[in-house]
């Protein structure tokens, strides 16, 4: 199923999205900053006034998300075969994983744990076989971080921190990346009202800022002429880890894996942000179809690549 992309660089699937209510979304933003306006430039001196919906780092919370159940705290059942690093407490209950820690194998909680009576630091140092004073292996780096996580290998991890700073902090890019962009953007500015029908009379210690009383509030949402969700996998760096024919063909299965199921889903970002497909295409490579969700589940099904030391691996946060 993955045999296409084989001599390909990589896989670029676009997807146009529309709003399920109304015409009307809500883009990210943060206090101070508001929402992410750009001119996204058309030709020598032409401009299109456009905005960041949903960022690279969002969206790569959106796809790692995917292949997790939050209400059993462990990978959904298509991932269940594959090596993570799994943090408890000293209790034995469940805080948080290397699927779920934005540094995902660097995570904070993480690399401040003990693993197999060890610090994780050095556990660390130890699995991925990294020595002061000496050039990185990147091949043995790749083939550790796999038999950790090897989901890592597909969004990234940066060992940054000063307890490794003298084995050369490895780093490895996203070889999976989504952004969603809104093209041809017009503001939406209206208003609302907040309630107090018990007693709109405020006083001492009964405001606004202690929520009570009727408080008038702006919002400015937008619409647009077309509104894009890109994907890339760069297959070219999968490729370039040097691992067996099995496992690359695994990691190249899941990424698909991935963007299929995103795409197959409501993509309800916000509360004001409920978008769904209304067409999709392959830009690269020419003529290759995006499986099913269902086959590639199978496909990874079929790989077996268990680690001796069983999963998850498990670390304790004191």
Same mark, same amino acid.
């Given at each position: 199923?993955?045999?296409?992309?084989?001599?390909?660089?990589?896989?670029?699937?676009?997807?146009?999205?529309?709003?399920?209510?109304?015409?009307?979304?809500?883009?990210?933003?943060?206090?101070?900053?508001?929402?992410?306006?750009?001119?996204?430039?058309?030709?020598?001196?032409?401009?299109?006034?456009?905005?960041?919906?949903?960022?690279?780092?969002?969206?790569?919370?959106?796809?790692?998300?995917?292949?997790?159940?939050?209400?059993?705290?462990?990978?959904?059942?298509?991932?269940?075969?594959?090596?993570?690093?799994?943090?408890?407490?000293?209790?034995?209950?469940?805080?948080?994983?290397?699927?779920?820690?934005?540094?995902?194998?660097?995570?904070?909680?993480?690399?401040?744990?003990?693993?197999?009576?060890?610090?994780?630091?050095?556990?660390?140092?130890?699995?991925?076989?990294?020595?002061?004073?000496?050039?990185?292996?990147?091949?043995?780096?790749?083939?550790?971080?796999?038999?950790?996580?090897?989901?890592?290998?597909?969004?990234?991890?940066?060992?940054?921190? !000063?307890?490794?700073?003298?084995?050369?902090?490895?780093?490895?890019?996203?070889?999976?990346?989504?952004?969603?962009?809104?093209?041809?953007?017009?503001?939406?500015?209206?208003?609302?009202?907040?309630?107090?029908?018990?007693?709109?009379?405020?006083?001492?210690?009964?405001?606004?800022?202690?929520?009570?009383?009727?408080?008038?509030?702006?919002?400015?949402?937008?619409?647009?002429?077309?509104?894009?969700?890109?994907?890339?996998?760069?297959?070219?760096?999968?490729?370039?880890?040097?691992?067996?024919?099995?496992?690359?063909?695994?990691?190249?299965?899941?990424?698909?894996?991935?963007?299929?199921?995103?795409?197959?889903?409501?993509?309800?970002?916000?509360?004001?942000?409920?978008?769904?497909?209304?067409?999709?295409?392959?830009?690269? !490579?020419?003529?290759?179809?995006?499986?099913?969700?269902?086959?590639?589940?199978?496909?990874?099904?079929?790989?077996?690549?268990?680690?001796?030391?069983?999963?998850?691996?498990?670390?304790?946060?004191?």
């Amino acid at each position: 199923m993955t045999e296409e992309l084989n001599g390909k660089p990589r896989l670029i699937v676009m997807a146009e999205l529309e709003p399920v209510t109304g015409s009307a979304f809500q883009p990210t933003g943060f206090p101070d900053l508001g929402a992410a306006e750009f001119e996204r430039p058309l030709g020598d001196t032409a401009a299109q006034q456009s905005l960041l919906v949903e960022s690279v780092q969002s969206m790569a919370n959106h796809l790692e998300g995917i292949g997790w159940d939050m209400n059993e705290d462990r990978p959904v059942e298509v991932l269940s075969g594959l090596p993570y690093v799994e943090v408890r407490d000293t209790d034995g209950r469940f805080l948080t994983s290397s699927r779920l820690e934005p540094h995902r194998l660097a995570g904070a909680y993480i690399k401040t744990a003990t693993v197999e009576g060890k610090k994780a630091g050095e556990w660390m140092i130890e699995r991925l076989g990294v020595e002061k004073g000496k050039p990185l292996d990147w091949r043995s780096i790749y083939e550790a971080i796999f038999r950790l996580d090897p989901l890592c290998l597909l969004h990234g991890v940066f060992f940054s921190d !000063p307890q490794w700073k003298d084995y050369g902090n490895p780093k490895i890019r996203r070889a999976l990346t989504a952004v969603i962009e809104a093209h041809d953007v017009r503001p939406v500015v209206y208003g609302g009202v907040k309630r107090d029908d018990v007693n709109p009379t405020v006083g001492e210690g009964r405001g606004a800022k202690e929520g009570f009383g009727f408080v008038p509030f702006g919002r400015t949402e937008y619409t647009a002429r077309e509104i894009q969700l890109i994907v890339t996998m760069d297959v070219e760096q999968i490729r370039g880890y040097g691992l067996p024919p099995a496992e690359t063909a695994l990691l190249e299965a899941i990424g698909l894996w991935e963007i299929r199921s995103l795409l197959d889903r409501p993509l309800r970002l916000r509360t004001a942000c409920d978008l769904e497909v209304r067409s999709l295409q392959v830009r690269q !490579p020419e003529g290759f179809d995006l499986p099913s969700a269902e086959a590639l589940a199978e496909q990874i099904a079929r790989t077996d690549l268990r680690v001796d030391e069983g999963i998850p691996h498990k670390a304790i946060f004191k």
